[in-house]
């Protein structure tokens, strides 16, 4: 875990106990996303599935034919932030010609999805009539598990490696005068944006592309994003699907802040 700690993103080789969690959930994955229902998490002219808390998992992750989740990524996470339970998970799932204006999207928005993958620090959500940033999701790591096998190019994961660590100075200046629980009270707004200018400078931008049995990790504090989809690019019809947990803390302190 010393190069989490350090690049704020890991990535594991293929797991025969992981490949048995994807091949169990895929098909649950896969019907979720067909559901009229959560049609509503289709964005970007038909080309992202955003698909969050779609996947009807247990805590512990077992959902459909899949059993618990397991492997050396949960194990890691596990010991450096407790076994924490798992939400209903995220089935993210991109398609050939991502990305395309999402609707409501000016042209400034849509030039950062398409030059900088619309990269972003997870739990900033934006408020209010002036759209402001406010800390709101406390996650403690983001786990991500691939379902279909695609080509490199598929709009990988995109992270800034060292990120994680600018994000902390930054957000340390804007909530560590105040207590953890008014943390979502805060507008860290601007300062955000100027650490996002920083990361941009200072971070190499890494594409974590990965099959299913394989498995990443990254920083809760990671500035990460979706790479654009590459023209001529092999992928089943269901997409480039994975399906990310983000677990957060049961007891909500300035773990968000103060843990590694």
Request: glycine residues 10%.
């Amino acid at each position: 875990m010393k190069d989490f700690l350090e690049r704020g993103w890991a990535k594991f080789t293929f797991e025969r106990d992981v490949l048995d969690w994807v091949q169990g959930a895929f098909s649950v994955a896969k019907e979720r996303v067909e559901a009229p229902e959560e049609q509503r998490w289709m964005y970007c002219e038909g080309t992202w599935f955003v698909g969050v808390d779609t996947l009807p998992n247990t805590p512990d992750g077992a959902v459909g034919e899949a059993g618990p989740i397991r492997g050396a990524a949960w194990d890691a996470m596990s010991e450096l932030y407790g076994r924490l339970p798992l939400h209903r998970g995220q089935v993210s799932v991109m398609y050939p010609g991502y990305p395309r204006p999402k609707d409501g999207e000016g042209e400034a928005a849509f030039g950062y999805r398409l030059r900088r993958d619309a990269a972003h620090v997870d739990g900033l959500l934006l408020g209010g009539v002036d759209r402001r940033r406010f800390l709101k999701e406390r996650h403690a790591y983001i786990l991500g598990l691939p379902l279909t096998d695609c080509g490199v190019g598929a709009s990988p994961l995109s992270v800034w490696e060292g990120s994680h660590i600018i994000m902390r100075h930054a957000f340390e200046e804007a909530l560590g005068n105040t207590p953890p629980e008014a943390w979502d009270t805060v507008d860290v707004t601007d300062i955000y944006k100027a650490a996002r200018r920083e990361v941009f400078e200072a971070c190499p931008r890494r594409l974590l592309p990965a099959k299913p049995g394989e498995t990443y990790v990254i920083h809760r504090l990671a500035l990460h994003g979706v790479a654009p989809w590459e023209e001529g690019v092999e992928a089943p019809e269901e997409g480039r699907m994975i399906v990310y947990f983000r677990p957060e803390w049961t007891d909500p302190g300035d773990q968000w802040l103060r843990a590694p």
